[in-house]
């Protein structure tokens, strides 16, 4: 057996080697995903996410019995060495080898040897350290790898390729070798058997009150950990409301790598705070401390009121972390070093499937949350709350049952037995043990005025649907009212919850003189109503005008003087006093704005016309009564009861001539009844009665014939072209 180094010397091998470990394979996991693009994202998703819980379900407490059986040095040199060779991928890729194999297989265990190390460091470690000095020593390996990760996400750098994938390979077995320089004495407990070694672990975990209080908090925090994660995401929503998620965005900057200072700041209050109050009543202390603050993220805001989200999640983040460092440094101290493996196996097994099952609260969780106000952070609170109670249930059975075993424990590094169960005999504690959940009930009321301040959700125009419904009814209800307002793009930075105060507010003294009607129509019965009538009024004046016009369209029927093939009336409209028809050929150009049709139609004030693109103009304020002839032959010249008669010739080079406004609407029947072509098109344009409102007509007859003379056959001597065709 190798001799054990120096105390200092372990603690500084073992700690470098697992910062590497904590900083290398997050990064790989990244770079692995793009090492080889013919591996389908679905199936790196599917890894990702189904075989890594699987294998943790599968193998935790195998691993735990494995990592009792032989020497835990071996463990962590061995799943460091595996970690390397599988990085290979990153030479294999350089040699122009098929790489998806060996990136399918570290993907894998991408997930497993990270596990597989953090159980065996957290058995090795009170090898390495006295008990004494356990808790800052889980401190110290929680701290260092935070350091080393916040340059780089400072950076929001992502490593790629096959370099970085071998210099993390090499940093692997750089690993191994400092795990190979960490020595200290183990002795291996005999081996009974897999099933009676793994029932040994769960009966261990289950009797001891400690460990059982430890087991059912990490169960119940896994399971909630949801109604605090969407809290505090809808409180960052709020915050930060209106700013870009970009890289170069400081508060977004801000807001990642605030992520890092719970756990900065939470192991070094562990590291000062446990010799007053012991190890396991440090853990449930700072729980019952910090939740209440959740309450905080109610107030969170955009501006100034940033700080109360920093606050809300920042200080009950602290607590957790403050409470893991102890927990585990607690469960080293009183767990005999034969069963440390299987007791982190049984936890590691318990924690994945609670995990697991806290997924499904994750929708009803952001259901909850969009809500805003107080009540999802309350909820939050509750269950922080609700999940430290184990703990502050067990903690004096701990404390007797640890004062009971601490001698037959293990007292190989000479530790005393308050030194193993990590219980002060201060007054200053017993005050600070027994203050403590009063203040946290205290800081609970002090906090539940947020509700009255709270920020609440922000609903963007983005995240409102188009309206398509029904235009003469008024819209309804609190939603259409949100997204009402923020269409208009008042109110940007005022929530959902405050919006709707105030509407009431404006609906309580409608029809005051502050009272915005359109805006809380919405949410106010009286100004819906008003609004409501005015909408019924214009509707039925323009159903009335609506039907006038088309009497007027009907009583002005033209009686053709020979018998036409086809007859088709319309009564349409223009958006800008155009009517045209545009045949797409090669031998016209491909956009009609080309041609310069618009500038002849207007010099001619009617109709105009160039092969493929035919054009006619009307007045854009009034309906057009459009009546459509086709003749066989050329019917005789009709000029009067109208303004303007005129003739022009017009080439079909695809055998569609269908007239339509070119913003939109149907097109009138193809007039083009003999296919591609020559035509004659004769135009006849009655002017609107501007005093009586009455429509405009238009009379377009089209018959065979090759001229493409232009032909004025009547033109009223009241008015020009231009004036009549409301083009001015």
């Known amino acids: 057996m190798a001799s054990p180094s120096p105390a200092r010397l372990r603690l500084a091998l073992f700690a470098l080697a697992a910062v590497i470990v904590c900083v290398a394979y997050p990064l790989i996991e990244p770079a692995l995903w793009t090492a080889d693009q013919r591996i389908s994202s679905n199936l790196l998703k599917m890894i990702d996410g189904v075989v890594e819980p699987v294998a943790i379900l599968v193998l935790a407490l195998p691993l735990g019995v494995l990592i009792d059986r032989v020497r835990r040095r071996s463990v962590l040199v061995v799943s460091a060495l595996v970690g390397a060779a599988l990085t290979s991928v990153a030479a294999t890729g350089a040699l122009g080898a098929p790489t998806w194999p060996l990136v399918l297989a570290m993907i894998s265990a991408g997930g497993v040897l990270p596990t597989v190390t953090a159980l065996g460091q957290d058995a090795y470690l009170p090898s390495v350290v006295p008990r004494a000095r356990l808790l800052p020593a889980n401190a110290l390996l929680i701290l260092l790898p935070c350091i080393a990760v916040v340059p780089m996400t400072l950076t929001l750098t992502v490593w790629q390729g096959s370099a970085f994938l071998f210099a993390a390979g090499l940093a692997l077995a750089v690993v191994a070798a400092l795990f190979r320089g960490v020595s200290a004495a183990e002795r291996p407990p005999p081996r009974t058997g897999l099933w009676r070694e793994t029932a040994e672990g769960i009966r261990f975990t289950a009797r001891h009150p400690a460990l059982r209080a430890i087991a059912l908090y990490l169960l119940l925090s896994s399971v909630l950990y949801e109604l605090g994660d969407e809290a505090a995401d809808e409180a960052r929503a709020t915050a930060f409301f209106g700013l870009s998620a970009t890289p170069i965005e400081y508060p977004w900057r801000l807001a990642i790598t605030s992520a890092y200072g719970p756990v900065v700041l939470g192991a070094l209050l562990a590291v000062l705070l446990h010799r007053r109050l012991g190890a396991f009543r440090l853990a449930w202390w700072a729980l019952l401390v910090s939740a209440p603050f959740t309450l905080l993220l109610a107030l969170s805001g955009p501006g100034a009121e940033r700080i109360w989200y920093v606050l809300g999640s920042g200080v009950p983040a602290t607590g957790t972390v403050i409470a893991a460092v102890a927990l585990l440094s607690h469960r080293q101290a009183v767990t005999p070093d034969r069963l440390l493996g299987r007791t982190g196996g049984l936890l590691l097994l318990l924690t994945t499937v609670a995990e697991e099952a806290g997924d499904l609260l994750e929708g009803p969780a952001e259901r909850l949350a969009e809500l805003g106000g107080v009540a999802p952070p309350a909820l939050a609170a509750v269950a922080a709350l609700a999940a430290a109670a184990p703990l502050l249930w067990a903690r004096r059975s701990a404390a007797a049952h640890d004062a009971d075993t601490a001698d037959d424990s293990r007292q190989a590094d000479g530790t005393s037995p308050d030194q193993a169960t990590d219980w002060p005999p201060s007054a200053i504690a017993g005050a600070v043990r027994r203050a403590g959940p009063p203040l946290a009930v205290l800081a609970l009321l002090a906090t539940l005025p947020a509700a009255d301040?709270?920020?609440?959700?922000?609903?963007?125009?983005?995240?409102?649907?188009?309206?398509?419904?029904?235009?003469?009814?008024?819209?309804?209800?609190?939603?259409?009212?949100?997204?009402?307002?923020?269409?208009?793009?008042?109110?940007?930075?005022?929530?959902?919850?405050?919006?709707?105060?105030?509407?009431?507010?404006?609906?309580?003294?409608?029809?005051?003189?502050?009272?915005?009607?359109?805006?809380?129509?919405?949410?106010?019965?009286?100004?819906?109503?008003?609004?409501?009538?005015?909408?019924?009024?214009?509707?039925?004046?323009?159903?009335?005008?609506?039907?006038?016009?088309?009497?007027?369209?009907?009583?002005?029927?033209?009686?053709?003087?020979?018998?036409?093939?086809?007859?088709?009336?319309?009564?349409?409209?223009?958006?800008?006093?155009?009517?045209?028809?545009?045949?797409?050929?090669?031998?016209?150009?491909?956009?009609?704005?080309?041609?310069?049709?618009?500038?002849?139609?207007?010099?001619?004030?009617?109709?105009?016309?160039?092969?493929?693109?035919?054009?006619?103009?009307?007045?854009?304020?009034?309906?057009?009564?459009?009546?459509?002839?086709?003749?066989?032959?050329?019917?005789?010249?009709?000029?009067?009861?109208?303004h303007r008669v005129v003739e022009i010739g017009y080439r079909s080079p695809t055998g569609h001539i269908e007239f339509k406004d070119p913003m939109g609407g149907d097109a009138l029947p193809n007039l083009a009844f003999r296919g591609k072509g020559h035509y004659r098109i004769r135009v006849h344009y009655r002017k609107p009665d501007g005093e009586a409102g009455t429509p405009q007509h238009l009379l377009i007859m089209v018959f065979p014939g090759r001229s493409d003379r232009v032909v004025e056959h009547h033109r009223s001597s009241r008015a020009g072209g231009r004036e009549r065709a409301g083009l001015r």
């Open 453 to 642: 301040l709270a920020y609440g959700r922000i609903t963007t125009a983005d995240q409102c649907a188009p309206r398509y419904g029904d235009a003469a009814r008024v819209p309804t209800g609190e939603r259409a009212f949100i997204c009402g307002v923020r269409r208009s793009g008042r109110f940007a930075a005022v929530s959902d919850r405050d919006l709707l105060a105030y509407g009431r507010a404006m609906c309580a003294i409608y029809p005051g003189p502050h009272a915005d009607e359109g805006l809380i129509a919405p949410i106010c019965p009286p100004a819906a109503a008003r609004i409501q009538a005015a909408i019924d009024a214009e509707e039925a004046e323009y159903r009335a005008q609506e039907a006038a016009n088309q009497k007027a369209c009907d009583r002005s029927r033209h009686r053709p003087l020979i018998r036409p093939v086809r007859v088709a009336r319309e009564r349409t409209w223009t958006d800008y006093g155009v009517l045209e028809s545009f045949e797409y050929d090669e031998s016209v150009p491909s956009d009609p704005f080309d041609d310069g049709l618009l500038d002849t139609a207007q010099d001619d004030g009617l109709v105009a016309a160039v092969p493929g693109h035919v054009m006619i103009l009307s007045h854009s304020d009034y309906d057009i009564c459009v009546t459509t002839e086709i003749y066989r032959t050329r019917p005789p010249v009709e000029v009067k009861g109208w």
